[in-house]
């Protein structure tokens, strides 16, 4: 129960007087199981790039799934990225930094583990991108040193004697995989080991019926061995993410870290990938779908952040919410791929099955590459005004005057809208000028762009298409940002 | 019904069963029970502390039939009061539900709701093969059969380990087993040899015993490929296209040709081509495939695969037929004939006319012996009297060498 107070102490406090110094670990091994936690100091910045890099890598992960990317396309990316950002070199590599490498690796492990021990959903999603970047490094891994890390642990199995191969010959023969060519794979299977484990840690192999089973046990050849690894790692993350969840409100906690723990796993929930952290690497006008939440606070129309709000609170939106709102993102920029990521990872409590039999065919239709192939338009305000109330109409009409008041006034106050500007918004809504009233939401919202009141959307023009709205929002928005860049370099 | 509970309903065996020792433990406490009630009103998340506890429930809300759930990590009942996430089910016994309606397609005597003895045969096959693929391959010894009151026959294991599984673990054994895919518009619904010529071993030790089946339920009994229709499903299942055109011309004289006949036939195609040649093994392989699809236990995948699955208790009442869901023992399962399964009503008559004599002798106060043993519940009650006494026993064992352990 200490242990995990004393690793948070050593993790955060540089200079706390609680623990000494540990002297650092070795890691005779790229691989890791991450037994035991990094005891030693480490500053404050230290702590949060060895989080950031790594979570960049498990995000780039997560969205490889989610863009059915193949194994091997996943392998490269996430090698290429783990170049990148997390650098993990083999003992025979002539570098000298490969104690700081693991060490970072080790790190940020940790860091992510205590940032996402937090709820079941969060704790899923970091078991299988990590168990993932576990299996892309166990087959990178140069062979000799593989050897090194598998004896360097008890995987508790036991190896299958000469005589129970001799036993159970014709058994093992026709469940072992191999060469196509009958003789090769005899031959192969002669020399092979097998090992016995209870079948319970080798489900993966069992459901295939690629292992030979009795009386309980698996017998698993040889070359198969790394399911047993893998599942070994899940089942030891998994556990210690559950230990870290019940010690982490015992924690005496100092007021820098839980900010920063708060952060990495909100980014990792909107899934900051390293196109979006630094956009000049590609094409910075293409937009990508981890941006969306980010531009729907800054850029959007009421109507659609609502939408996209009800979106991230229920994972879900109806038909004709999902419609509106897709066809908005296709037309302000969003190409088909993102988008098919962007709704995958908003239905998050949906199974991919579901997922891709329900929904990619409709998204993919509004994109006009199904069904009869339309181009369809997004759909302006004079249609989202018409149909009766819901929650993807238009807010300035559907919503009653008080809800209308209060949900300007949450979304909005951070853009500079004050309770002062209701009554004239009121006015306009009252009147049955929707239109009038949402420019000047606009208006008022970008003033700090320098829009003046009866500027519009430029040249006194008044909001008649959500994306007008969005596009010339995110227009003012551009010079501003090179400024930025300029004061900073200045 | 509300007699049959009050008098007749072994709460005290089936609370031996769950809970696997005497002592009340968290195996029934925190256990789900639920309720279907008169007018399909369904109750869930109920748990007692007791089977007098449960009986008290039952006899109070007289359900049609109530159902068993997974062991939570606390009280059901006190569901609401449980930390938000920190309910989710633990423990199960690994089950199993084979139901009749699955052999719709292949089953030529009955259909739908419907069941006979010569379709229980299809059951028995299955539960021979299921039987031993568990015991043998998985290594569990705690099964329990129990048939499900009409067309239906459900496998409850207690072992320890098939407790604990988790629900990954529940689908692998499941993909383990499931042999048979796919809807009822593919012809052919096998999924076997993956990259391989030879049959995975679990099938190729029990292919000699589906064989026998084949021959006796499949070709002489069940007469399945003996009109045009079924000789053109077994054509549909041969992957040679001279060998099909031959057959088709062979009995396109003779319609009515019975399915014995067609089986020796199709084997004489098989035997004219060169041995050891590749279309001799493909057809070989297509001909085990055609067994294996006919023979092999078509399981309900769901219900097992998550621990959260209720499944009816045993002894319960089938609503529609009257039958009691007793249990089954495996080895005698080709006798099992469903349609001598007593009734609530019948066992209700049996108390009566028994109740005449024995009030008789006995004068007043409470029977001796518990009133179930007076009908033909008798033999089935001891059936689970018995496995609960050897899980008992295994727990008792484990427990004690658990306790040596420590030392």
């Known amino acids: 129960m200490f242990k995990g107070g004393e690793k948070k102490f050593t993790l955060n406090d540089s200079g706390s007087p609680h623990v000494g110094q540990h002297g650092f670990l070795k890691y005779p091994?790229?691989?890791?199981?991450?037994?035991?936690?990094?005891?030693?100091?480490?500053?404050?910045?230290?702590?949060?790039?060895?989080?950031?890099?790594?979570?960049?890598?498990?995000?780039?992960?997560?969205?490889?799934?989610?863009?059915?990317?193949?194994?091997?396309?996943?392998?490269?990316?996430?090698?290429?990225?783990?170049?990148?950002?997390?650098?993990?070199?083999?003992?025979?590599?002539?570098?000298?930094?490969?104690?700081?490498?693991?060490?970072?690796?080790?790190?940020?492990?940790?860091?992510?583990?205590?940032?996402?021990?937090?709820?079941?959903?969060?704790?899923?999603?970091?078991?299988?991108?990590?168990?993932?970047?576990?299996?892309?490094?166990?087959?990178?891994?140069?062979?000799?040193?593989?050897?090194?890390?598998?004896?360097?642990?008890?995987?508790?199995?036991?190896?299958?004697?000469?005589?129970?191969?001799?036993?159970?010959?014709?058994?093992?023969?026709?469940?072992?995989?191999?060469s196509k060519i009958e003789a090769e794979r005899k031959k192969a299977f002669e020399s092979e080991k097998y090992y016995k484990v209870k079948w319970t840690r080798v489900p993966d192999l069992v459901e295939k019926r690629r292992v030979f089973l009795a009386g309980g046990w698996a017998f698993v050849p040889g070359r198969e061995q790394s399911s047993i690894i893998y599942h070994e790692f899940e089942v030891h993350i998994e556990k210690a993410l559950e230990m870290t969840a019940r010690m982490l409100p015992r924690l005496d906690e100092d007021t820098r870290l839980m900010p920063i723990l708060d952060n990495l796993s909100q980014g990792f929930l909107a899934g900051i990938s390293s196109e979006w952290s630094n956009p000049a690497g590609e094409n910075p006008d293409e937009l990508k779908a981890e941006m969306i939440d980010d531009l729907s606070k800054k850029h959007f129309p009421m109507c659609m952040k609502t939408l996209h709000d009800n979106l991230m609170r229920d994972n879900h939106l109806k038909h004709f919410g999902r419609l509106q709102y897709g066809l908005f993102l296709k037309v302000l920029g969003l190409p088909i791929e993102e988008a098919i990521v962007f709704w995958r990872k908003s239905f998050s409590r949906m199974t991919d099955d579901?997922?891709?039999?329900?929904?990619?065919?409709?998204?993919?239709?509004?994109?006009?590459?199904?069904?009869?192939?339309?181009?369809?338009?997004?759909?302006?305000?004079?249609?989202?005004?018409?149909?009766?109330?819901?929650?993807?109409?238009?807010?300035?009409?559907?919503?009653?005057?008080?809800?209308?008041?209060?949900?300007?006034?949450?979304?909005?106050?951070?853009?500079?809208?004050?309770?002062?500007?209701?009554?004239?918004?009121?006015?306009?809504?009252?009147?049955?000028?929707f239109h009038v009233a949402c420019t000047r939401v606009f208006e008022i919202t970008h003033s700090f762009r320098g829009v003046k009141k009866g500027e519009g959307i430029g040249g006194g023009e008044s909001v008649t298409h959500p994306n007008q709205y969005a596009a010339r929002s995110m227009e003012l928005d551009k010079p501003q940002v090179e400024g930025d860049a300029m004061v900073i370099e200045a | 019904?509300?007699?049959?509970?009050?008098?007749?309903?072994?709460?005290?065996?089936?609370?031996?069963?769950?809970?696997?020792?005497?002592?009340?433990?968290?195996?029934?406490?925190?256990?789900?029970?639920?309720?279907?009630?008169?007018?399909?009103?369904?109750?869930?998340?109920?748990?007692?502390?007791?089977?007098?506890?449960?009986?008290?429930?039952v006899c109070q809300l007289n359900p049609t039939r109530f159902e068993i759930g997974p062991v939570y990590s606390s009280k059901p009942r006190d569901k609401k009061t449980a930390r938000a996430g920190g309910f989710h089910p633990i423990m199960r016994e690994l089950v199993f539900d084979i139901d009749m309606t699955d052999y719709d397609p292949i089953r030529t005597c009955c259909s739908g709701a419907g069941i006979c003895k010569r379709c229980w045969a299809f059951i028995s096959a299955a539960v021979h093969v299921l039987d031993t693929a568990i015991r043998e391959q998985f290594g569990y010894e705690q099964l329990l059969w129990v048939y499900s009151g009409r067309r239906g026959i459900h496998l409850w294991i207690s072992d320890k380990e098939a407790m604990e599984l988790t629900d990954q673990q529940r689908k692998a054994l499941v993909g383990w087993l499931t042999v048979i895919q796919g809807g009822g518009k593919e012809s052919k619904k096998l999924s076997i040899r993956s990259g391989m010529r030879s049959l995975p071993p679990s099938l190729q030790s029990i292919l000699e015993h589906l064989a026998v089946v084949f021959s006796e339920l499949i070709l002489a009994d069940q007469n399945c490929f003996g009109d045009k229709e079924g000789g053109e499903t077994l054509l549909q299942l041969i992957p040679d296209a001279g060998v099909v055109?031959?057959?088709?011309?062979?009995?396109?004289?003779?319609?009515?040709?019975?399915?014995?006949?067609?089986?020796?036939?199709?084997?004489?195609?098989?035997?004219?081509?060169?041995?050891?040649?590749?279309?001799?093994?493909?057809?070989?392989?297509?001909?085990?495939?055609?067994?294996?699809?006919?023979?092999?236990?078509?399981?309900?995948?769901?219900?097992?695969?998550?621990?959260?699955?209720?499944?009816?208790?045993?002894?319960?009442?089938?609503?529609?037929?009257?039958?009691?869901?007793?249990?089954?023992?495996?080895?005698?399962?080709?006798?099992?004939?469903?349609?001598?399964?007593?009734?609530v009503g019948q066992l209700l008559r049996e108390l009566d006319e028994t109740q005449v004599t024995t009030e008789g002798e006995q004068g007043e106060g409470r029977p001796a012996v518990a009133d179930w043993s007076r009908t033909s519940l008798k033999s089935y009650v001891e059936m689970l009297d018995n496995h609960a006494k050897e899980i008992m026993g295994e727990f008792r064992k484990e427990k004690r060498a658990a306790a040596d352990e420590s030392w």
């Open chain 2, 245 to 343: 055109v031959a057959l088709r011309k062979l009995w396109s004289d003779d319609p009515s040709r019975h399915s014995e006949d067609r089986w020796q036939d199709f084997k004489a195609q098989i035997r004219s081509c060169d041995k050891g040649s590749q279309q001799r093994l493909n057809l070989t392989a297509a001909m085990e495939d055609i067994i294996i699809q006919y023979t092999y236990p078509r399981l309900d995948a769901e219900v097992s695969k998550h621990r959260n699955h209720l499944l009816k208790a045993p002894f319960c009442v089938h609503p529609k037929t009257g039958r009691i869901c007793v249990p089954v023992n495996p080895k005698t399962i080709d006798d099992f004939d469903p349609e001598t399964v007593p009734t």
């Open chain 1, 354 to 433: 579901k997922f891709n039999k329900e929904h990619k065919y409709n998204i993919r239709h509004s994109y006009g590459l199904e069904g009869k192939r339309a181009n369809y338009p997004a759909k302006s305000c004079l249609q989202i005004l018409t149909p009766g109330p819901s929650d993807h109409g238009c807010p300035y009409r559907h919503y009653s005057a008080e809800n209308l008041q209060s949900a300007l006034l949450s979304t909005y106050s951070q853009s500079g809208l004050t309770s002062a500007d209701l009554p004239e918004i009121m006015a306009q809504v009252k009147a049955g000028h």
């Open chain 1, 29 to 178: 091994t790229r691989l890791n199981f991450y037994d035991d936690a990094p005891l030693f100091d480490i500053s404050i910045e230290e702590f949060e790039t060895a989080a950031i890099d790594r979570l960049r890598i498990l995000a780039e992960i997560e969205s490889s799934a989610a863009r059915n990317r193949t194994w091997e396309e996943l392998k490269t990316v996430t090698n290429a990225q783990c170049v990148k950002y997390l650098p993990l070199n083999s003992n025979t590599a002539k570098n000298n930094d490969i104690e700081s490498e693991r060490r970072k690796d080790h790190l940020g492990h940790f860091i992510l583990r205590l940032a996402f021990c937090r709820s079941e959903d969060l704790r899923r999603r970091f078991i299988k991108a990590e168990t993932t970047l576990f299996k892309v490094r166990y087959e990178g891994d140069v062979f000799s040193e593989r050897e090194q890390f598998l004896s360097s642990r008890d995987f508790n199995w036991v190896p299958v004697t000469k005589a129970e191969k001799q036993e159970h010959w014709n058994e093992l023969l026709s469940s072992y995989y191999g």
């Open chain 2, 1 to 57: 019904m509300l007699t049959f509970y009050r008098r007749l309903y072994p709460f005290k065996a089936i609370f031996n069963w769950l809970n696997h020792e005497h002592a009340p433990s968290k195996l029934f406490n925190q256990r789900e029970f639920a309720f279907t009630l008169a007018g399909d009103v369904y109750l869930r998340y109920q748990s007692f502390n007791s089977h007098d506890d449960l009986k008290k429930q």
